[in-house]
């Protein structure tokens, strides 16, 4: 009599999606595609940088808008995305 034994891989596969540096590769790119997106069209757009919310202008000045009230108060992705 003989047994058949499935095989299986034994590397470990990631969806992209579950994998926090990929899923944090693909936030960067699609910010970086809309900021770039916003320059093409002379839109101005709003970003948070070293604890103020900025604004960029389509001239390139860049203006403070205000400071954040707590800047430890951002759940890490891990933690935003692994909620129960």
Same mark, same amino acid.
């Given at each position: 009599? +003989? +047994?058949?034994?499935?095989?299986? @891989?034994?590397?470990?596969?990631?969806?992209?999606?579950?994998?926090?540096?990929?899923?944090?590769?693909?936030?960067?790119?699609? @910010?970086?595609?809309?900021?770039?997106?916003?320059?093409?069209?002379?839109? @101005?757009?709003?970003?948070?940088?070293?604890?103020?919310?900025?604004?960029?202008?389509?001239?390139?000045?860049?203006?403070?808008?205000?400071?954040?009230?707590?800047?430890?108060?951002?759940?890490?992705?891990?933690?935003?995305?692994?909620?129960?």
């Amino acid at each position: 009599m +003989t +047994t058949h034994v499935k095989k299986i @891989s034994l590397a470990k596969r990631k969806d992209p999606l579950t994998d926090f540096a990929n899923l944090a590769a693909i936030g960067r790119q699609a @910010s970086k595609a809309a900021r770039e997106k916003a320059k093409a069209k002379g839109i @101005s757009f709003t970003f948070a940088h070293e604890g103020f919310i900025k604004r960029q202008h389509p001239d390139g000045k860049i203006e403070t808008v205000r400071a954040l009230a707590q800047q430890d108060s951002f759940p890490t992705l891990e933690q935003d995305l692994c909620r129960d």
